[in-house]
């Protein structure tokens, strides 16, 4: 009963959530495109004629908001490059060159590369979350893994001058991962867009500038 009583509560919050009204009206996937929109606004990470990788990119909003950034070359197109990877399939979206797969494979990891032809990625994105269980000490060891192997791929595709942005939850486990941003990048900082929950635990990490470029 609990249970029901709970999800009709998010329904009803869901329904008149004003980001999932607006997300609808400038036909975006989800909601959670306003928080990559509020972020990039100050932190101008998306810029025409970059690479752009999108990790967990399902069901889309961020690489549809990142493709109409890029977008006015003419003859149609955009100037850049997208590359979304999810495990779960995508609708299309124009420009974007998805890749349905893992990529700890090395098959997907081919892929990847066959569309960056040899160049380095100026921005990775990644809205993964894992599965929760509401077991704070497994959940942050989930979130943790989640953000390691976002890392990992950023390690072995930014460009020195890149960046890497991540979800990450404001929990156990938190002040390890901004340690292992710090090592990696010059300049870290954390983002808690309006379009996040106020109730949410969600908070983004953006590092930028690789300190050891591969």
Avoid at 177 to 205: M, Q, T, W
Wanted: glycine fraction near 8%.
């Amino acid at each position: 009963m609990a249970k029901n009583k709970l999800n009709k509560n998010w329904l009803h919050d869901h329904v008149n959530d004003p980001y999932v009204k607006l997300a609808q009206k400038e036909g975006y996937r989800a909601r959670a495109v306003y928080k990559l929109k509020e972020i990039d606004e100050a932190e101008r990470l998306v810029k025409p004629g970059q690479v752009i990788v999108d990790l967990g990119c399902t069901p889309g909003s961020w690489s549809q908001y990142v493709r109409n950034k890029l977008a006015g070359k003419e003859g149609g197109g955009v100037h850049g490059t997208i590359i979304g990877l999810d495990m779960l399939p995508m609708d299309p979206i124009a420009d974007v060159h998805f890749i349905q797969g893992d990529f700890r494979e090395d098959s997907v990891l081919n892929q990847v590369e066959e569309v960056l032809e040899g160049r380095k990625v100026d921005l990775v994105l990644s809205d993964m979350a894992p599965n929760l269980s509401g077991v704070a000490v497994t959940d942050a060891a989930r979130v943790e893994h989640i953000i390691e192997l976002a890392l990992e791929f950023a390690r072995a595709h930014l460009k020195p001058s890149g960046a890497l942005l991540v979800k990450c939850f404001n929990g156990p486990g938190y002040t390890q991962l901004v340690e292992k941003f710090r090592e990696e990048f010059k300049n870290v900082s954390s983002k808690k867009p309006k379009a996040s929950r106020d109730k949410s635990s969600e908070i983004f990490l953006l590092g930028k500038t690789l300190k050891n470029p591969s």
